[in-house]
Structures are given as structure tokens and as C-alpha cells.
């Protein structure tokens, strides 16, 4: 049989999660599909577990490498597929059984060159529907390109892809990029496309009850990260001649999202490591070159974001990290009183 559908699982240390994301794959009511799993030099026993579904199910194609990152294994499994059509399962995930069945029959039907549906939240605050691409089939590029960078719209699970426009403008993820880089390749790839579909149904559950704890150390290499996939946006958006305006300000709201993300993580940690050297890792994030160049474009409508735009414009550094600090506890405080609700009641 000849796989209609790839599916594309990169694998690493995911023991605890891999035979779920499997049973799920290998339940799926349309059956026509391969599934390629890249073990991405796992350490635990993820590696024998996968073996043991490869000998149940001939569909399934194991392939090893050394550590090298979700990139470089979604990039072996490109180019192993044989399918026409391309979609990719995070191995801590799972997939309704009609995922791929609805999936495939949208972009059959609709002649699209990107299909997307709803998927399932699972946290520690409960499980919530979304739909990141609300849309009827006929959206324009630049409204999905919108859209995509909009919540966890970039992501390349929940989507089917065609597997001949990737070959023919030899599409790759970036393997330099370790945070978002599922967003660079939606992209590159959507600017190729003509035509949109979405489907309304939530069929695939995203796992982040696995996800660790906040780190108080704000690495240089993860600012770079986030300033290399702002650079290959800036590249996209002008290939597809995206409206000056809306593309920068595309690029103005992620970069500020990335700043006060920093300032509310530095904060929480402001309880530990102390003020002045919190206020001193957002000050020299702050004095990058290419931060600097977005700043005074930051806006808010939120009462509670306000302060944090207006100490950033005026360099008032200490106060930020401060203000950080109070909504933190204001935040820890609040929960409290919830849960102490909950326990009287």
C-alpha cells in the first residue's frame, strides 16, 4: 500500500507519553498513512517502547539520530515520507481517531494548500478548546499570516500539508532556531500557498502538563533565538508583500511579548536573586540593538500592561522589575483566596 498521509513524530525521552501519542496514530479511521518516528537519541525508554509497537503495526518506520533537535528530526522525516500529504504529531501529544480522516478529506474537498483545525488545551487549569484560524476557506494570505502568529497558530501540529510544495521550494526547518521554529516553516510555507481551509472540530490534544518550571536564567542564546525567527518574518512578510504597517506591527508585538515576558520571569525571581541583579539582566536585554529599535512602538490597552510600556519607554528599569514583583504576588495572593473559597465551601 502506498501511504496517502506522512505522519511525522520526532521522539525524545518521551516514555511516559509515546504510547499514548501511538495508540492514538495507529487508531486513526483512515488507514492509508506511514508513520515515521524519529528517536532523537533518546536516553530512556522510549527506544524499546517504540520497537515494540513497530513489530505490531507495519505502518510504522523507526528511524535514529544523534541528539540534534525537533528540527533536524522533522527534517529526516521530510524526507523519508512517501505520502502526498505531510501532518505532524508532538510525541507527548494525541489525536482524535478522525484526525486525519478529516484532515485529508478538507483538503481534498477544498483544493487547499494548507488545512488547520481546532485542538483541546490540557493543563493544570483544566482542558479548553481553541481555534486559532476562524476562517471560511477563501482567507487571504495575509489574514493567515495574521492568524498565525497569533497564539500557538504557528505550530505545525493541527495542520495537513502538502508534501509537493515542500519538495519543490525545498522547505526545511532551521535547525539554529530551537524555540519557534514550527512558525518560520508555517510561514515559508504558507507563502507558497493559494488557498486556506479550516475545519471547526478540536481533534488534537496538546499536552502541557509535562511542561517544566520557569528558569530564573535568561540565556543569551534565547534571546538570539527570538530575534533570528523575527528576522526570517521580516523576510517572509516582505515576499509576500505583507502591508508595511501590519507586518511591523507583527514583529512590534512579538518583540514586546518577549520583553515582558523576560520582566515578569526576572521578577518572580527578583524573591531569590534580589532586585539590582534582576533589574541588571533586564537592563542589558533592554539595551540590545534590535529591542531597542521596537521599543518605543510598544503599545497596551491593558490596565495592568500599561506601567510596565511606560517604565520600558522611559528606562525606568528597577521599577519594572518592582511592578513585576507586586502583580506577582497580587497574582499569588488572589489564588489563595480562591482556593480558600473553595475549601469553606
Known amino acids: 500500500m502506498v501511504p496517502k498521509v506522512s505522519v ?18 495507529i487508531n486513526q479511521t483512515y488507514s492509508k498513512i506511514e508513520i515515521i518516528i524519529i528517536n532523537d537519541g533518546s536516553i530512556d525508554k522510549s527506544e524499546q517502547i517504540i520497537e515494540e509497537y513497530k513489530k505490531k503495526d507495519n505502518r510504522i518506520i523507526y528511524l535514529h539520530q544523534e541528539n540534534s533537535g525537533p528540527s533536524e528530526a522533522r527534517n529526516k522525516g521530510i524526507l523519508t515520507s512517501k505520502g502526498e500529504y505531510l501532518v505532524f504529531i508532538d510525541s507527548d501529544d494525541t489525536v482524535d481517531k478522525r484526525y486525519i480522516e478529516l484532515l485529508f478529506k478538507k483538503i481534498i474537498s477544498s483544493n487547499a494548500d494548507l488545512v488547520c483545525c481546532g485542538y483541546k488545551d490540557y493543563s493544570n487549569y483544566g482542558v479548553k478548546n481553541h481555534t486559532d484560524f476562524d ?15 497569533n497564539g500557538t497558530g504557528g505550530v505545525l501540529w493541527s495542520k495537513i500539508f502538502k508534501k509537493e510544495i515542500i519538495a519543490k521550494h525545498n522547505l526545511k526547518m532551521d535547525k539554529n532556531i530551537f524555540m519557534s521554529e514550527d512558525l518560520v516553516f508555517v510561514l515559508q510555507y504558507a507563502s507558497h500557498c493559494k488557498l486556506f481551509a479550516a475545519i471547526k472540530e478540536y481533534l488534537y490534544n496538546y499536552n502541557r502538563l509535562n511542561q517544566g518550571s520557569i528558569s530564573a536564567n535568561i540565556s543569551i542564546n534565547y534571546i538570539k533565538n527570538n530575534i533570528l525567527v523575527c528576522e526570517y518574518l521580516e523576510g517572509i512578510f516582505d515576499s509576500v508583500k505583507l502591508k508595511e504597517k501590519k507586518g511591523n506591527q507583527l514583529i512590534v508585538n512579538r518583540i514586546q511579548e518577549l520583553v515582558l515576558s523576560i520582566i515578569e520571569q526576572q521578577s518572580i525571581f527578583a524573591k531569590k536573586i534580589g532586585i539590582k541583579k534582576a533589574s541588571i539582566k533586564v537592563k542589558e536585554i533592554l539595551s540590545i540593538q534590535y529591542i531597542v529599535k521596537y521599543t518605543s512602538e510598544f503599545r497596551s490597552n491593558s490596565f495592568f500592561y500599561k506601567p510596565y510600556i511606560f517604565f520600558i519607554k522611559h528606562k525606568y528599569i528597577k521599577s519594572c522589575v518592582i511592578y ?11 489564588k489563595k483566596l480562591i482556593n480558600r473559597k473553595q475549601v469553606e465551601l
Open 8 to 25: 511525522i513524530v520526532p521522539a525524545y525521552n518521551c516514555e511516559n507519553y509515546i504510547s499514548s501519542c501511538l495508540e492514538s496514530i
Open 324 to 334: 513585576g514583583l507586586f502583580l506577582y504576588m497580587l497574582r499569588i495572593l488572589k
Open 135 to 149: 476562517f471560511k476557506d477563501n482567507v487571504s494570505i495575509h489574514s493567515f499570516m495574521e492568524m498565525a502568529c
